[in-house]
T-cell receptor, first 115, second 109 residues
Framework: DTGVSQDPRHKITKRGQNVTFRCDPISEHNRLYWYRQTLGQGPEFLTY????????KSRLLSDRFSAERPKGSFSTLEIQRTEQGDSAMYLC?????????????FGPGTRLTVL | DQQVKQNSPSLSVQEGRISILNCDYT??????FLWYKKYPAEGPTFLISISSIKDKNEDGRFTVFLNKSAKHLSLHIVPSQPGDSAVYFCAAKRDDMRFGAGTRLTVKP
């Protein structure tokens, strides 16, 4: 299977703990995106990378959130000092940059529950 | 700011009939539009897209229509099948991608 994969699929943590999620994009894709989705809403953009460079960050991405893509392949999203409001589905997507073809393909998501 | 809106949270159609899902957007700078389908406990699956230079794109049972003057996008599924039952998200892109809140489609046998 050469789709986008995410790990873990589910994470339950206590408020104040740190969590880290991993995303492995489709291998030939140079762009990688992180989104957050809450119940009844569409995915909300958090940040994206082109190769290893983080090119854009949403204002939703507070200073407790940090994302890395050190070698331009997999990416990690870390949330420090988690809050109950961080409970959501965290989605990763990847794409191959091209004119009119920047279609993003999503992974299955990591569902975070903060108790 | 809700730049992409799907005003119908749900839609129910009979198997074999046409399903029409609608989407409105406010930002005229969007240049690429997509529809995704989502099943429970899975990530969104890409369905079909359209560039702003076109007004129609067809792929099998799925057709997307773009009306730039009205800032309106629609997805037609014909004929609808029970397996099409899912939540459908429209998305619009310039630099980053904005999603609507989704429409839950139920196709009844």
């Amino acid at each position: 299977d050469t789709g986008v994969s995410q790990d873990p699929r589910h994470k339950i943590t206590k408020r104040g703990q740190n969590v880290t999620f991993r995303c492995d994009p489709i291998s030939e894709h140079n762009r990688l995106y992180w989104y957050r989705q809450t119940l009844g809403q569409g995915p909300e953009f958090l940040t994206y990378f082109q190769n290893e460079a983080q090119l854009e960050k949403s204002r939703l991405l507070s200073d407790r959130f940090s994302a890395e893509r050190p070698k331009g392949s997999f990416s990690t999203l870390e949330i420090q000092r988690t809050e109950q409001g961080d409970s959501a589905m965290y989605l990763c997507a990847s794409s191959s940059q091209g004119f009119d073809t920047d279609t993003q393909y999503f992974g299955p998501g990591t569902r975070l529950t903060v108790l | 700011d809700q730049q992409v809106k799907q005003n119908s949270p749900s839609l129910s159609v009979q198997e074999g009939r046409i399903s029409i899902l609608n989407c409105d957007y406010t930002n005229s700078m969007f240049d690429y539009f997509l529809w995704y389908k989502k099943y429970p406990a899975e990530g969104p699956t890409f369905l079909i897209s359209i560039s702003s230079i076109k007004d129609k794109n067809e792929d099998g049972r799925f057709t997307v229509f773009l009306n730039k003057s009205a800032k309106h996008l629609s997805l037609h599924i014909v004929p609808s099948q029970p397996g099409d039952s899912a939540v459908y998200f429209c998305a619009a892109k310039r630099d980053d991608m904005r999603f609507g809140a989704g429409t839950r489609l139920t196709v009844k046998p």
